[in-house]
């Protein structure tokens, strides 16, 4: 593993300084990279596009476990991203985590193909005669949880850390180091969309027609092969050395800023703040703000403050830096549009779960005997935003800044508020779908209702819009108001988000399905309610789809009027930031 130049902070060989330095890093990584990351998501796409179907097939869940288990398992993958966040910032490093990790992920996807390949270890699939469906036993539970929890915490190893470790292998202090981060980003979100394309066609279609155990096989072996590319490019790789955690740090100013509460902040010049700039040209640093001035106190230097021979405070839990301070105001500062981001998810959280199984229930032919797998589905959002980002890019936006005065043209606050609209009216649009559907399986006394798959398509379309304009701004705002140092961090905060949606989703459904029970005057839990049991028909889900519209129009609301002032917060605090006299 080499070193770059510039920094201090980058692993050396064993024997020192690295005379071949210019030969670690750039674009040479990143067959290694990009592969790792392609073979990654293939292999968790395959299987979070089919997690619903496999629960409801496989484990004979009803509807309402298979996408509360399915949610829940969702979120967790997302909220261990600060698990893998911290551990790689904190202890491992970028590279260890990610190989680690990896390893984890392979021996969870080992365990789910064991559970398709052995039928001891799934219940006894259900007697089409009678109709019998045996519930799994709870080792059978115990061993699929065990797997969900490999996987999660695997993911929550490579999600936050992979963009992170590519963008480590550029100089980013040059042009043209820049220019090649831009270029990283395209060809990784390249690769991303070929592995989910392969994901939502191949592997998916080979889990439902074919074979459960090939269609987790196939992305077993996938993901035993990133582990092998990546390794392969282990030399080649410039690794950053652990600078401490962020999560560490935000403790630290807590705690200081909460010991000197009662200090009455004056003037600047009347305060001795402490300082402790990076040397690293890659980190960046962060000038002291007006933003939340109580936090500002834990940088203040007392006489109860003492230094070592470094000029470091002796004791970090009262005395903290001011770029430690300023990492913390950032956090605080993206909360109100990272909440708005939340519900827009939620609405994207419900086609991977409930609009799969709608497409259960639907007549899935496409040509002549071929049937469309519900897990499929997904790829419609996906074409969605293939098609719509290049008109956006070279109609939209061009006209957009010759119409506009400033010619800024649309703003990431105007994409922001029109995800937001998009998931109201996805929301909208399946239930009135989803009513037509269960209307017309009545109406003709079958399960299966004789209503085209392709009825759900708008709803899948909206979802991808929603998703282009919520969460890649989402991810555009995160990245813009972190400094590079917080760089994994930022990752961490997107898939927290996905994973609040997650959590938020599965909470609803529960509670909406016990109220609708208890409406109904069910005393002994046999009234399937709004949600539950195995029949679709006899639900009200497009009331569910209604109420979650109207959380997302209460969304709107709040953006409009509180969140929308935080999304330009970059330039109030360059014209709020002091002039500060700092004495060593």
């Known amino acids: 593993m080499k070193k770059r130049e510039t920094s201090p902070d980058i692993l050396l060989n064993d024997d020192g300084y690295d005379p071949n330095i210019k030969k670690a890093g750039g674009w040479k990584t990143m067959p290694y990279i990009i592969g790792n990351e392609t073979f990654e998501k293939l292999a968790s796409m395959s299987l979070t596009a089919n997690m619903t179907v496999y629960l409801r097939t496989q484990y004979n869940m009803d509807g309402l476990t298979s996408v509360s288990i399915a949610s829940i398992w969702g979120g967790t993958c997302n909220i261990t991203t600060l698990l893998g966040a911290f551990v790689s910032d904190a202890y491992l490093g970028r590279y260890w985590t990610l ?174 703040l402490f300082d402790n700039p990076s040397t690293d040209p890659t980190v960046g640093n962060l000038c002291l703000t007006n933003r939340f001035s109580c936090l500002t106190k834990a940088a203040v ?31 605080i500062s993206v909360m109100p549009v990272w909440v708005s981001g939340i519900a827009c998810f939620v609405c994207m959280d419900q086609q991977s779960t409930q609009g799969v199984l709608q497409a259960i229930q639907s007549d899935t032919r496409f040509i002549h005997n071929f049937h469309v797998p519900p897990g499929s589905m997904g790829i419609a959002g996906m074409i969605t935003l293939s098609i719509w980002i290049p008109i ?45 559907r269960r209307e017309s399986a009545l109406k003709n006394h079958t399960f299966i209702a004789p209503m085209s798959f392709a009825w759900l398509i708008p709803q899948y379309a909206l979802s991808g819009m929603t998703e282009v304009f919520t969460g890649v701004g989402i991810m555009e705002f995160l990245a813009k108001q972190f400094p ?63 109420i979650v519209a109207g959380i997302c129009v209460l969304n709107l609301m709040y953006y409009l009027f509180f969140a929308s002032r935080y999304v330009d917060t970059s330039k109030k605090d360059e014209e709020g930031e002091k002039d500060v006299e700092l004495n060593s």
């Open 99 to 272: 190989l680690t990790a990896s390893i984890i992920y392979f021996l969870g996807m080992g365990m789910m193909t064991l559970t398709a390949a052995i039928p001891y270890l799934r219940p006894p699939s259900c007697n089409k005669l009678t109709a019998i469906c045996q519930e799994p036993e709870k080792w059978q539970l115990g061993v699929l949880f065990i797997a969900l929890i490999l996987l999660s915490l695997g993911a929550g190893g490579i999600r936050p850390v992979n963009i992170a470790f590519g963008v480590d292998q550029f100089d980013v202090t040059t042009e043209k180091g820049k220019k090649q981060v831009e270029s990283f980003y395209n060809w990784y979100y390249w690769g991303f969309t070929i592995a989910l394309i392969v994901a939502l066609t191949v592997v998916v279609y080979i889990q439902n027609n074919i074979s459960w155990a090939l269609g987790l096989a196939i992305p077993t072996a996938i993901i035993l092969l990133s582990i092998v590319v990546f390794f392969i490019g282990s030399k080649l790789y410039i690794c950053v050395k652990p600078r401490g955690s962020v999560f560490i740090d935000v403790a630290k100013v807590i705690s200081a800023a909460l010991r000197k509460r009662k200090i009455k902040l004056k003037p600047t010049s009347e305060h001795t």
């Open 301 to 331: 230097i007392t006489e109860q403050d003492s230094f070592n021979d470094q000029g470091l405070p002796t004791n970090g839990w009262r005395l903290c830096s001011i770029q430690q301070v300023e990492q913390f105001k950032c956090i």
């Open 392 to 436: 956006y890019e070279h109609l939209v936006l061009p006209l957009s800044r010759r119409m506009s005065k400033d010619g800024v043209g649309i703003t990431l606050k105007h994409r922001l508020g029109a995800g937001i609209v998009m998931s109201i009216i996805c929301m909208v649009v399946a239930g009135i779908v989803e009513g037509r």
């Open 484 to 546: 590079p140092s917080m760089r994994t961090l930022a990752g961490s905060l997107f898939f927290l988000s996905l994973a609040c949606a997650s959590y938020v989703s599965s909470f609803l459904i529960n509670l909406i399905h016990r109220l609708s029970q208890s409406a109904s005057g069910d005393k002994d839990g046999s009234n399937p309610g709004w949600l539950g049991g195995t029949d679709l028909n006899k639900n009200k889900l497009d009331y569910y789809y209604f």
